[in-house]
């Protein structure tokens, strides 16, 4: 069993920008990605809305996924502060990888995870809102502005017979217990990639990671050690 291929990181990206770099004296960069996406925060984000971030911290959470397979990824960049934010969710921008701005999302909260099916070339999305995953589809030149308007998504169905196929897996048959779904995603995370740990009887010094690709069928297994209080 090949470790680590289906696994979607438990790093969830999140950020804080105010006061941290000056960026004007430097070049913008010709490619964002993950490690320098805080200067399209400060620049294309608070800079557009004439925000000094300079002045207080702003939190954000981002993600990255090539979307339209032509070889780099797209960023989506979920604000967090109360500027952005109102009772039904943040407004997420997604940028191409050369910091042009593809979309502008109201009112949506994580989890935002990429669907394997494609509209006009770019995969869909499904992002909380409005009480329910939202399915936001690709219209030629962007994603819908306001997902609480968009047709719902249920993974409930799809989610149980993960959980299923799990509980019939003979290590989890032997004395498995504690089972539970990873729910705390990065954004872009995979849509029908389920991930679940549990606890095994037999081997109480370990945490067992399963991860479930439902569109392949593909399963994976990790240990992962366990830190006691006293060992931490």
Same mark, same amino acid.
Request: charged share 25%.
């Given at each position: 069993?090949?470790? %680590?291929?289906?696994?979607?990181?438990?790093?969830?990206?999140?950020?804080?920008?105010?006061?941290?770099?000056? =960026?004007?004296?430097?070049?913008?960069?010709?490619?964002?990605?993950?490690?320098?996406?805080?200067? @399209?925060?400060?620049?294309?984000?608070?800079?557009?809305? $004439?925000?000094? *971030?300079? #002045?207080?911290?702003?939190?954000?959470?981002?993600?990255?996924? /090539?979307? %339209?397979?032509?070889?780099?990824?797209?960023?989506?960049?979920?604000?967090?502060?109360?500027?952005?934010? *109102?009772?039904?969710?943040?407004?997420?921008?997604?940028?191409? /990888? $050369?910091?042009?701005?593809?979309?502008?999302?109201?009112?949506? &909260? #994580?989890?935002?995870?990429?669907?394997?099916?494609?509209?006009?070339?770019?995969?869909?999305? =499904?992002?909380?809102? %409005?009480?329910? @995953?939202?399915?936001?589809?690709?219209?030629?030149?962007?994603?819908?502005?306001?997902?609480?308007? #968009?047709? #719902?998504?249920?993974?409930?169905?799809? &989610?149980?017979?993960?959980?299923?196929?799990?509980?019939?897996?003979?290590?989890?048959?032997?004395? *498995?217990?504690?089972?539970?779904?990873?729910?705390?995603?990065?954004?872009?995370?995979?849509?029908?990639?389920?991930?679940?740990?549990? $606890?095994?009887?037999?081997?109480?010094?370990?945490?067992?990671? =399963?991860?479930?690709?439902?569109?392949?069928?593909?399963?994976?297994?990790?240990?992962?050690?366990?830190?006691?209080?006293?060992?931490?």
């Amino acid at each position: 069993m090949k470790a %680590n291929h289906l696994f979607v990181s438990l790093l969830v990206i999140l950020g804080i920008v105010g006061c941290k770099h000056n =960026y004007s004296s430097e070049p913008r960069p010709d490619r964002f990605t993950l490690d320098n996406v805080e200067r @399209l925060v400060m620049e294309d984000i608070l800079g557009a809305e $004439k925000l000094d *971030g300079s #002045e207080k911290e702003y939190r954000y959470s981002a993600g990255a996924s /090539d979307l %339209n397979g032509d070889g780099s990824e797209e960023i989506f960049v979920l604000m967090q502060d109360s500027y952005f934010c *109102g009772s039904g969710g943040c407004t997420g921008f997604l940028f191409s /990888d $050369k910091g042009e701005l593809i979309s502008r999302m109201s009112v949506t &909260r #994580e989890p935002v995870l990429v669907a394997n099916r494609k509209t006009n070339g770019w995969n869909d999305l =499904y992002v909380w809102s %409005n009480g329910s @995953l939202r399915v936001m589809s690709f219209d030629g030149k962007s994603y819908p502005t306001n997902p609480s308007t #968009e047709r #719902e998504y249920n993974r409930d169905r799809e &989610r149980d017979t993960a959980r299923q196929t799990l509980e019939v897996q003979e290590v989890y048959v032997q004395d *498995g217990y504690d089972l539970k779904e990873i729910t705390e995603l990065p954004i872009f995370s995979p849509a029908h990639v389920y991930q679940f740990s549990f $606890k095994h009887h037999g081997d109480p010094q370990h945490l067992y990671m =399963y991860v479930i690709d439902m569109v392949t069928g593909r399963s994976e297994l990790e240990l992962l050690p366990i830190v006691k209080e006293n060992e931490k």
